[in-house]
């Protein structure tokens, strides 16, 4: 999609440090970390959230799935644990509209999501 940043950072006419990619997405640091480990890992196809995935889709979904634990492998914080966040809308203020789930480690969390 033409104006969509993270469209722009899979075919490469935007920057990004990227850590991992495969058939289903593309991973890269966060611009603005939220954690000491910040990953973001964006669908290689421009949906705006989970929502519009059909039942065909279901190897595109569970491959972004294995992406992310072989991400976390990769990044080397499987034993101390990680987060794996979606923002899906307004209410969880998401704000690229291009779907794509949040790895953050690094450090203790708080209990609560919210
Ligand atoms: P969300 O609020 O769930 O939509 O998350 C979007 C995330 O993308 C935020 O954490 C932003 O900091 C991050 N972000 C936005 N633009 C870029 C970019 N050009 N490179 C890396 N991360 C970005
Ligand atoms: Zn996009």
Redesign the pocket.
Known sequence: MADC?FCK?INGE?P?KKVYEDEYCVA?????PQMPVHI?VAAKRHVASILEFKEEDKEFVGGIQLAIANIARELGITENGFRVIN?CGKDA????PHL?Y?ILAGGKMGAKIV
Not at 28 to 32: E, K, L, M
């Open positions: 940043i950072i935007a990004a890269f640091h966060d611009i603005s973001v923002n203020l998401q704000t690229v794509h949040h």
